[in-house]
């Protein structure tokens, strides 16, 4: 394992369910970690308002 830490990654994603003005918004984000510096990079974020009935 030690050898290959320099060059290995791994990815996830997570979801975060924020209030705006506008309603309830949920972000995806995907992001990768770097093993060997332990840095994570967002890859991308993407939204999914969600529209409450009867407003």
Do not use: K, P
Request: hydrophobic share 55%; with cysteine.
């Amino acid at each position: 394992m030690q050898r290959h830490v320099a060059t290995l990654w791994a990815s996830d994603f997570l979801t975060v369910r924020t209030a705006t003005l506008g309603g309830f918004v949920d972000l995806y984000v995907l992001f990768s970690l770097h093993m060997c510096t332990r840095r994570a990079f967002v890859a991308g974020i993407s939204a999914i308002i969600l529209v409450r009935e009867g407003l």
